[in-house]
């Protein structure tokens, strides 16, 4: 059942574009005869004397003049909307015969500039002239009267659709009045070039356009009031589609009212009007710098009233502005001291709780708390200023993500930080190895861990390379074991030497007693027979103990005679024949002789040597 209806339907389609592509091709083909058409009726409009050329203008004056009597009959029986058509109308056809009227005039003016008697058409010219300035202003009158352009007529209970077809007709209306009074300004040049008395004409035009200046200047004011008011509720309401039309309408009408002034205004200068007051208006409407800048008596203008506007201002708001500054600085004065007070009360607050907290932390909880509460005061100083505290922080919210996303790095050494205090690995003055530095933690932030070395070198260190890697927290216990190896020679007396460490260790007075120390016959050595020694001492006792301990061992073991090997070397020459000829020491290798006649020197070196003292360690 539906192949009826599909065939119909291709059958419009084909119809449809087939007679679309004939209207193609007779326009196509009409161009050309229109051009020369067009053509022909300039050479023939040329080839009309200057009696016909003005009696066809007026004849088409007067046939509207006529058609325009038929229409106003009409209207005058009609109502609603076919009565606005046929008005429209009318005065579409008023401003062609004003234009056709100012063409005859035009022609006139010509026919006398050539030499030529312009005959009866110039006092028809002249009568046109004479009559046109008074029906001109009598309905500007009649269009500025009309209930539409009032401001009245824009009530708060209009739809968005009412305003907008309103402010349609108003823009109408306002260029059917810039016509007229363009039209005017031009009745009043083509008079003055026939020798008229334009006194009337011009004090006529001056009135005209000074009405329309002055009012188009309250409306602009008024708008741009509007404007602001409607700038404040959007702000309030973003999203409120109405307010949002609304804005848009009333941006479109400061525009209009700001063309149409700006026209009005540059006719008032051809008659040497005082325009300074609206062009001063027109670059404040602007809002960015015109060409009326440059104008001496406009720029001093707006000098002026920008000065009053700032000393007004600063008479009306000082007071209000003094108390609020004032009042800010009280607020951040009375935050700074509840923030020492949240210090001090914190501080106490942790050392009386039983809580086992690093110096670090303990650190960052009273500074968060102390900045909290300054940071709480700012925020109600800036409400007392008036600043919205709300996009304030918003708007922090928002640069802090995308700083955050910019540093990434920083955030990772942040959140080390965070879990450095969370675990306590270190604390302040900790002596530890991390991230390949060794040395005493003398600061720490969120970020980074400062390092003072044991040569007093400062290394600052970031969080995430600390935490990332192994922490070696040597001070973390306050005991600490010392590890000394200590060796004698193969030929020495072990109980002897054993008894002689002992000594040694237990007369320390910062060795201590439990733990016990260990002294034991730990290894035998290539070359040498070694003792551990294995004291126990306080952390912040441990290099003093290693070191006199060293000390002491090796007086010891001078003054019992029980040696300690070291490395010696021996170098043995010998001769072709493998006989030994001499034994030289290294400093006489340094300076070799030249070898006896048929030896060959040779660089074997007899690594079978004792050490020196009973024992010895030799290498090749």
């Known amino acids: 059942m539906a192949y009826p209806a599909i065939r119909r339907s291709v059958m419009r389609a084909i119809y449809r574009g087939w007679f679309g592509a004939m209207m193609c091709l007779l326009l196509i083909g009409l161009l050309p005869t229109n051009s020369l058409l067009a053509q022909g009726a300039a050479e023939k409009s040329e080839e009309l004397t200057y009696e016909e050329k003005a009696a066809a203008l007026d004849a088409e004056i007067n046939a509207l003049i006529a058609d325009n009597k038929q229409l106003k009959t009409r209207q005058a029986q009609e109502e609603g909307q076919y009565a606005a058509i046929l008005s429209r109308r009318i005065e579409e056809n008023a401003l062609s015969a004003l234009d056709r009227a100012h063409r005859l005039v035009e022609l006139v003016i010509e026919q006398e500039a050539a030499g030529g008697d312009p005959g009866r058409f110039r006092e028809r010219a002249v009568e046109m002239l004479e009559l046109m300035p008074e029906g001109a202003r009598k309905y500007i009158n009649g269009l500025a009267s009309d209930p539409r352009m009032s401001m009245s007529a824009d009530t708060d209970d209009m739809s968005v659709a ?21 039209g005017m300004l031009r009745n009043l040049e083509l008079s003055r070039k026939l020798g008229l008395d334009t006194t009337g004409q011009q004090e006529a035009l001056t009135r005209a356009l ?41 941006n479109g009408r400061t525009k209009r009212l700001s063309e149409s002034l700006r026209e009005t205004v540059t006719m008032m200068e051809t008659l040497d009007l005082d325009v300074v ?19 001496l ?11 009053e506007s700032v000393v007004d201002w600063i008479r009306e708001n000082l007071p209000q502005i003094l108390f609020n500054v004032l009042l800010f600085l009280a607020i951040v004065w009375i935050a700074l001291m509840l923030s020492r007070i949240a210090r001090r009360l914190t501080t106490r607050g942790l050392d009386r709780a039983p809580l086992r907290l690093s110096r670090l932390l303990r650190r960052m909880i009273i500074s968060t708390a102390a900045n909290l509460v300054l940071l709480l005061g700012l925020l109600f100083g800036l409400a007392q200023l008036g600043i919205s505290v709300g996009p304030l922080l918003a708007g922090l919210g928002i640069a802090g993500f995308i700083v955050g996303f910019a540093l990434q790095d920083t955030l990772g050494n942040f959140a080390s930080g965070m879990l450095i205090l969370l675990y306590r690995p270190y604390d302040v003055g900790d002596m530890i190895e991390a991230g390949g530095a060794l040395g005493k933690v003398s600061h720490m932030s ?8 044991v040569d007093n070198q400062t290394l600052v260190l970031p969080n995430s390379k600390i935490w990332g890697d192994v922490i070696k927290n040597v001070t973390a216990q306050r005991e600490r074991r010392i590890d000394l190896v200590f060796g004698i020679g193969y030929s020495d007396d ?11 260790v237990d007369s320390h007075s910062k060795i201590l007693e439990d733990p016990e120390p260990v002294v034991r016959l730990h290894a035998l050595g290539e070359s040498s027979v070694d003792f551990v020694v294995r004291p126990w001492v306080k952390t912040e006792d441990y290099w003093d103990v290693y070191w006199d301990i060293t000390r002491a061992v090796k007086m010891r073991f001078d003054e019992e005679e029980i040696s300690i090997p070291f490395p010696q070397r021996d170098v043995h020459i010998f001769a072709g024949d493998e006989t030994a000829i001499a034994a030289v020491t290294p400093a006489q290798i340094e300076q070799p002789k030249v070898a006896p006649s048929g030896a060959q020197p040779r660089d074997d070196v007899d690594g079978d040597s004792d050490g020196g003292d009973g024992g010895g360690d030799s290498s090749n």
Not at 164 to 181: G, K, N
Not at 212 to 236: F, P, Y
Not at 301 to 306: I, Y
């Open 210 to 250: 000074s009405d329309s200046a002055e009012n188009l200047s309250v409306a602009l004011e008024m708008t741009q009031e509007k404007s602001r008011t409607l700038a404040r509720q959007l702000g309030a309401l973003p999203a409120d589609t109405d307010l949002a039309a609304l804005t848009q309408v009333n």
């Open 494 to 504: 072990i109980p002897k030497a054993e008894k002689v460490l002992n000594e040694i």
């Open 297 to 307: 008596e406009v720029l001093s203008g707006l000098m002026a009233r920008w000065f």
């Open 162 to 182: 009412q305003k907008i077809a309103l402010e349609a007709d108003r823009e109408r209306l306002s260029q059917r009045i810039l016509t007229l009074e363009k």
């Open 446 to 453: 969120l970020v980074n861990t400062t390092i003072l070395t």
């Open 277 to 295: 007051r609206y062009r001063q208006q027109l670059i404040g409407s602007a809002g960015s710098v015109t060409t009326d800048i440059f104008n």
